[in-house]
């Protein structure tokens, strides 16, 4: 003997397995974008050691960031 979901049920588990890959997806994406927002700062903070240092350490800004706003 085969037990079946009703309708009910088969739309309440699709809906609960949606709401929990929403709810992962919206987790990776908030630290997919604080991880972006640290390259950025690491980024600015290397252009401005080349420009202290008159090009002999960091990085010179091969990206043309406007790292003053920053």
């Excluded at 079946?4 to 990776?28: C, D, N, R």
């Excluded at 401005?48 to 008159?54: A, E, G, M, Y």
Aim: net charge negative; with cysteine.
């Amino acid at each position: 003997m085969e037990i079946k979901p009703t309708v009910t049920e088969a739309i309440s588990l699709s809906i609960f397995i949606l709401l929990i890959f929403v709810g992962m997806s919206s987790m990776l994406l908030g630290s997919e974008i604080e991880h972006m927002e640290k390259e950025d700062e690491f980024y600015c903070e290397m252009v401005q050691i080349f420009k202290d240092s008159k090009g002999e350490n960091g990085w010179p800004n091969y990206k043309g960031r406007d790292c003053a706003s920053s």
